[in-house]
Every structure is written in C-alpha cells, then in structure tokens.
C-alpha cells in the first residue's frame, strides 16, 4: 500500500524505494547508492553527502505536483539541486535519449523507406532541441547562480530571463508518440510497443523535471537573488 502524505526523514529509505519504484532516478542522480539497509532517509542522505531537505523537497513534490509551497526555497541546498539537475541532464542526453533511439530504430527496420526515415529525422530534431535546452542551463543559468553563490550578481542577467523563456521540452514529444500511435501503418510488435513505453515515461520524466525547475530552481534563485540586493 502506497504511503500518505509527506515523506520525513525518519522514514525509511528502502521503504521509499519499495514502494515507489521511480525514486531509483531519484537516487542515481543524487549519487546515492543501493545497500542501505534498515537506514532512515536522513541517514542514508547524510551518508552519502546529500542534503536532506533537498532529496525530500524533491521526494514530496513528485508524489505532489499541485502542492505549490511558498517556503521551499528556504529550505534546499542551491549546491545540492545543482548537482541534481545537471545528473539529470547528463542521464537524458547520455542515456535515456541515446537508450531509446537504438530502441526505436530497431522497431521501426532502421530507417528504410520514406516513413521510417522521417520518424528517425524527427525523434533525431527533438534530442537536439532537448540538448539546446539542457545546455543553455549548463552554460549560462547554472554559473550564473554559481556566480551568485559565490557573492557575484550580474547586472544584465537574472533568473527572470530563464523562468520567462523556459519551454516544456516534452511537449514535442508528446507529437511524435502521437504520430507513430496513429499513423506508423504497421502491425503492432513487442519492440515498437516497447520503445513507446520508454518514449510515455520518458514524457512523464521530462515534464517532472521540468517542474522541479519551475517551483524548486527558480523560487530558490528568485529567493537568493533578493538577499543579494538587500545586502547590495
């Protein structure tokens, strides 16, 4: 039976896993590793050097998308979501992306004929948009809040820039499984219903990590971006 509520920190770490199969993302791209035990999530956390309040931020608001909190960003390590979304980056670009293109083009032939060629073009355009995307965040947001962190504020720059142009990465994607569901006139196979599996959870996985931008990333910088000018 899936647990009520907000996870704490006294709860138990493999409790959580059991329970909610998707944290294992979660605790790869924390760094965490398996083998923990009868340990408590707090314990497991401060064993591995992760912030607490950061990985049940992060916990809470996946099992809570409408909970939009307002005393969040007070409450997370800047550092430690750093270090979370740029493994996120890494696992979509370096993983998932590359896992399910190798999938797709298996299930689809390769690319022979008109059809296949085109839905191999397409999937091919979104990753390079996700990569655009991904690292604009890597190469501009992320030192700049580093920037931040370390007692700088640019006068030509603010999060407001980011939060104002940030797009929904999976929207695209959204398209494209669309198209092969209705169109891709072929008679349905393990492997094709396979790699779109992947392609819905990789949907999901996206818009969640996008969302974490939105209500966690940005609020937390708005936040730090304030004190600065107090102290300006």
């Known amino acids: 039976m899936h647990k009520l509520g907000k996870y704490k920190e006294t709860d138990s770490m493999g409790d959580l896993i059991t329970e909610h199969y998707r944290m294992l993302l979660l605790i790869s791209r924390f760094g965490i590793a398996l083998g923990f035990g009868d340990k408590n999530i707090g314990e497991v956390c401060r064993e591995s050097g992760v912030d607490v309040a950061t990985f049940l931020a992060i916990v809470n608001m996946l099992f809570d998308e409408d909970d939009a909190r307002n005393d969040v960003s007070e409450n997370i390590s800047i550092e430690s979501l750093l ?5 996120t980056h890494d696992y979509f670009l370096n993983f998932r992306l590359p896992a399910i293109r190798a999938k797709l083009y298996e299930a689809i032939g390769g690319a022979q004929g008109n059809l296949s060629h085109a839905i191999m073009n397409y999937f091919d355009e979104y990753v390079s948009e996700v990569q655009k995307h991904m690292m604009y965040e890597e190469k501009t947001v992320f030192p700049y809040v580093r920037s931040l962190l370390g007692g700088e504020k640019k006068i030509d720059y603010n ?3 980011f939060s104002r142009q940030h797009d929904r990465i999976e929207a695209r994607l959204t398209e494209f499984k669309q198209i092969i569901i209705k169109y891709y006139p072929v008679k349905s196979t393990n492997e094709l219903n396979n790699v779109l599996n992947d392609i819905f ?7 969640l990590h996008n969302a974490i931008e939105d209500r966690l990333f940005v609020p937390s910088i708005m936040a730090l971006e304030k004190k600065k000018d107090l102290h300006a």
């Open 83 to 87: 270090s979370y979304l740029h493994n």
């Open 159 to 161: 999060i407001d820039v």
């Open 201 to 207: 959870n990789c949907e999901r996985d996206l818009a």
